[in-house]
Each structure stands twice: as structure tokens, then as C-alpha cells.
């Protein structure tokens, strides 16, 4: 083999190894864009996802504060529907209140005061039947001890008959008297609007017969149909 032929063959042996090396560059070229762009579509649908979590973590965020809105706006709603109700049930307690003063209140001309003689006369016999002690303390305002000492026999005797016992000793006590009728002096003064508090001698057992206290019973108890009638049935819930 000559020089020539030498030259030739490596001459083709470097034209196939460059055609080896070329093939091969391009195989590893095409694998790496291959897993390059793999990787590009990984990383963005990672980003999608995590954008989409996010966009819904803040939707349910919004949803949530926008129902707790609506609850506050909901309640602070029915508070002052509320307070409107309580106002005017409180409105008609205080007329009901201004008409027992009337009922109670004296004069010569004030038709009232026979109907408010004979209502004492109750009030007291209801008392003693409640406490049946055989000795009670009475008090009274002081503008009605006149009226209480003029028929105190004639409860004692309607209690003697109704619950069949001896007469009770009726302590009316002069010293202490329940508060008078509100005064426009002194609007925030104790009141008492009339009736009678009987008690056992020894303090223990107490019977509360004011009007004050006849009307926070009765409108305690009546509250409920008050309510319904004036509301309708949401008030009265």
C-alpha cells in the first residue's frame, strides 16, 4: 500500500468518525431540548396549579368575609328592629304606669278614689291570706294611711272569713312609708303609684302589693301576647 492509499483510507476513516461525532452531537441536541421543554411545560403547570390555588384560597376568602358581612349587616338589622319593639312595649308600660297614678291619685273631685279605697281593701286581704301570720306589718305612702286606717277593719274582717282564722294584729308602720307618686321635681327620685307591702314581723316573708309591682307582674306575664299583637308572630318569637 502506498502513500496515496494511506492518505485515502484515513481520510475516510476521519470522515466517519466525523459523521459518527455529528450524529451523535445532534442525537444529544435534540434529547437535551427534548427534556428541556419537559421540564418548561413541568414548571409552568406547576405555576398554573399553584396560581389556581391561590386564586381560589382568595376566592373562598372573599366568600367567607363576604357571608360574615352579610351575618353583621343580618343582626345589627335585628337589633334594631329589636330595640324598635322594646321601645314601644316600653312606651305603653310607662302609659300603663301613668294611668295608675291616676287610679291612686287624691282629690275631691278624682273619680278614682272610691274605685282605689276598695282596690287597698284587696290588695291588703290578698296579702294577708299570702303571709296568715298572726301578726303583720303594713306599709303604705303617707297620703294613703288615711284611706288604709279607715277601712283596716273591714279587710281584716273579709281575710277572718276567707281564710277562717282569728283576726291578725295589722301593725301600720307611721315611722317608715313607701316612696310617693313620682314628682316632676325629682323625676329620678324613688315612686311608688300606690298599694300596700305586708310583712311577717320578723322580716322574713314579704308581700310586695304595689301597683308598681302589680303591673311589672301582669306585664311580665302578658308580654308574650303584647308582643304577638303588636309584631305579629316574628315579634312575639
Request: contains cysteine.
Amino acid at each position: 500500500m502506498n502513500d496515496a492509499d494511506v492518505s485515502k483510507q484515513i481520510e475516510q476513516m476521519v470522515r466517519f468518525i466525523r459523521q459518527e461525532a455529528e450524529e451523535k452531537a445532534n442525537e444529544i441536541s435534540v434529547s437535551a431540548e427534548e427534556e428541556f421543554n419537559i421540564e418548561k411545560l413541568q414548571l409552568v403547570e406547576a405555576e398554573k396549579k399553584k396560581i389556581r390555588q391561590e386564586y381560589e384560597k382568595k376566592e373562598k376568602q372573599v366568600d367567607v368575609r363576604r357571608k360574615i358581612d352579610y351575618s353583621m349587616q343580618l343582626n345589627a338589622s335585628r337589633i334594631k328592629v329589636l330595640q324598635a319593639q322594646d321601645d314601644i312595649v316600653n312606651a305603653m308600660k310607662e302609659e300603663a304606669a301613668k294611668q295608675l297614678l291616676k287610679v291612686s291619685e287624691h282629690g275631691f273631685f278624682n273619680h278614682h278614689h272610691h274605685q282605689y279605697k276598695h282596690l287597698l281593701k284587696h290588695l291588703i286581704v290578698q296579702c294577708l291570706l299570702r303571709l296568715k301570720e298572726p301578726s303583720v306589718l303594713l306599709r303604705c305612702r303617707k297620703e294613703d294611711l288615711h284611706i288604709v286606717e279607715s277601712m283596716l277593719d273591714d279587710a281584716t274582717e273579709e281575710y277572718c272569713e276567707k281564710a277562717k282564722v282569728h283576726a291578725p294584729e295589722i301593725i301600720v308602720d307611721k315611722d317608715i312609708f313607701l316612696p310617693p307618686a313620682p314628682s316632676e321635681d325629682d323625676p329620678h327620685a324613688p315612686f311608688c303609684a300606690g298599694g300596700v307591702v305586708l310583712a311577717s314581723r320578723d322580716g322574713k316573708i314579704v308581700c310586695e302589693n304595689t301597683l308598681d309591682a302589680r303591673l311589672e307582674v301582669a306585664f311580665r306575664k302578658k308580654l308574650p301576647e303584647i308582643r304577638k299583637s303588636l309584631f305579629g308572630q316574628v315579634g312575639a318569637a
